[in-house]
């Protein structure tokens, strides 16, 4: 079962192959996210850089915790309620 409350942020391009898989991802579970164009916003950009201390995409931010790349099983992890 997954989180529908959860605050969800995507760092993304518009040419990342991975970008794109994981917001399927996302809608697939019925994931709300903001998506964040980082190629067209700088300040964004910044602060994906200073919170990751990568420059590469994707990035998520989950309630506030960090994954960089498409990590399907962090992802997940992060996303389910566990009893």
Do not use: W
Request: glycine share 4%.
């Amino acid at each position: 079962m997954f989180v529908n409350m959860t605050k969800v942020k995507v760092f993304t391009t518009q040419i990342c192959p991975y970008c794109v898989a994981l917001k399927e991802f996302l809608k697939e579970h019925n994931i709300e996210f903001e998506e964040i164009n980082v190629s067209e916003d700088l300040k964004a950009q910044k602060e994906m850089i200073e919170k990751s201390g990568q420059m590469g995409v994707p990035v998520v931010e989950i309630d506030g915790e960090i994954v960089v790349g498409f990590d399907r099983e962090k992802i997940t992890k992060l996303l389910i309620i566990k009893d």
